[in-house]
């Protein structure tokens, strides 16, 4: 049996992610056990507002209890389990939604929990989780007589430690490209092998169609074709990072691209490729289920995204709603929801401006204006054509007329209209104005 999980946040992710009926053969929801919302993006999503008065990042936990194949799990085992693992890791009582998941007949079963202490509003700690989860799964392995899996941190008994299996992140990215951990492992490994030094080595992964480049939080990765991105040290068998970073000493990191313009250039890379199809004496040296593989690839990525933004914005919606059952809330959250919407209808229906003409200023600028007409072009001068465009079709009395005709006067001379108003006396008692009577 194999048990894994850490700390997470984002349920507008998991959500979708647990809830995907088409990557999985079956998707059943167990348990929603703690909330008062009973669907489960809404549970995801309440559980994690429990850390809005603490200063926990990563709320949730996630763990993922997978018996070895073919055997499986009865009701009363998948209790016993989840209880086992849940007192383990120091979250009982607490909030949590199990899902069950089939896929290629195989049955694996995913809790989140909450790891806010409501009570005591502190988040529980999740430190050397990875040996609880071993002696969880070596317990459950002889109370269920299913066979011993060998683990890195517990019960090891002299034993070799295991082959690192793939993170989520990386069977997620095995997924989108094709391209399996196991193969680039092998190719990398004969490279390796097989090269002198640092600068044969490079050569030879280039001559693989993988790119050397900088990670982010590692000394060197390289990315493959299909733009997936994999840590140097990970995909060479048999070799500690140590010494790999002696042995790639000779290799400036600093001329190296970093892992993001990698990527862009092996995508560049792959539609050049793709944009071959247009040639006839390529029909038919490319592979066209390899063509075709690439293009849904690419649909399957878009579609994502779509769905992705869609769920964060719906999980947006939802939190706001999810915050209380009383009729304020309820009414608020609603009345927010519709002003976004129509924020963004009216957005959507609002007309294009017309091109600005050219400014004045860009016609002094350029010399398209003569000297006498850009010394009345200043700030007051608009103000008192402001007041003309005002006044007109009204009764202009003496002293307005007197007015306008100072305002033209001091903008010439750079003064404010105001500070020569007939109306006003220069200072009053106290500090202040007043009008005259």
């Known amino acids: 049996m194999i048990i894994k999980g850490k700390s997470i946040t984002g349920p507008q992710a998991l959500g979708p992610y647990l809830g995907n009926a088409e990557k999985n053969e079956r998707v059943e929801v167990l348990e929603v056990k703690g909330t008062l919302a009973q669907d489960l993006v809404g549970a995801l999503i309440e559980m994690d507002a429990y850390a809005e008065g603490t200063k926990c990042e990563k709320p949730l936990y996630h763990g993922k209890i997978n018996p070895e194949p073919p055997y499986r799990l009865t009701p009363e085992q998948r209790s016993e389990a989840i209880d086992a693992l849940e007192k383990k890791l120091g979250l009982e009582g607490h909030a949590r939604v199990v899902v069950l998941h089939e896929k290629l007949g195989r049955e694996h079963i995913h809790v989140v929990w909450t790891r806010i202490d409501l009570e005591n509003m502190r988040a529980v700690p999740d430190s050397h989780n990875y040996r609880k989860h071993e002696e969880v799964a070596r317990d459950l392995e002889r109370r269920f007589d299913h066979p011993h899996v060998q683990g890195a941190h517990a019960e090891r008994d002299g034993a070799e430690r295991p082959d690192r299996s793939p993170s989520r992140a990386e069977m997620r990215q095995e997924e989108r490209t094709g391209i399996k951990g196991n193969e680039v492992r092998a190719e990398v490994t004969a490279a390796f092998r097989a ?199 009204k009764e202009v009395t003496d002293r307005m007329g007197r007015a306008l005709d100072r305002a033209s006067a001091n903008s010439l001379e750079g003064e404010h209209w105001t500070d020569r108003d007939p109306d006003r006396q220069p200072e009053a008692p106290g500090g202040g104005r007043t009008r005259s009577r």
């Open 195 to 393: 090269s002198g030094g640092a600068e044969a080595f490079k050569a030879a992964l280039e001559a693989k169609g993988y790119i050397l480049a900088q990670g982010d939080r590692r000394d060197f990765v390289i990315v493959d074709r299909e733009g997936g991105v994999h840590s140097l040290a990970r995909r060479i068998e048999g070799v500690k990072a140590a010494e790999l970073r002696e042995f790639m000493k000779p290799v400036d990191r600093g001329n190296l691209p970093k892992a993001e313009q990698a990527k862009e250039a092996q995508l560049d890379r792959q539609q050049g490729r793709l944009s071959l199809l247009d040639q006839a004496e390529w029909d038919n040296a490319l592979d066209k289920n390899a063509i075709k593989k690439a293009k849904e690839q690419d649909d399957d990525r878009k579609r994502r995204t779509a769905e992705g933004r869609g769920a964060r914005k719906k999980a947006k919606v939802g939190k706001s709603y999810a915050r209380g059952e009383d009729y304020v809330t309820q009414s608020t959250a609603a009345l927010k929801h519709h002003k976004r919407r129509q924020k963004n209808i009216d957005k959507e229906a609002r007309p294009q401006r017309p091109q600005a003409a050219v400014s004045h200023y860009e016609k002094i600028k350029a010399g398209e204006t003569p000297r006498a007409e850009q010394q009345i072009s200043g700030n007051h001068l608009s103000l008192y054509e402001r007041m003309k465009a005002k006044a007109s079709g």
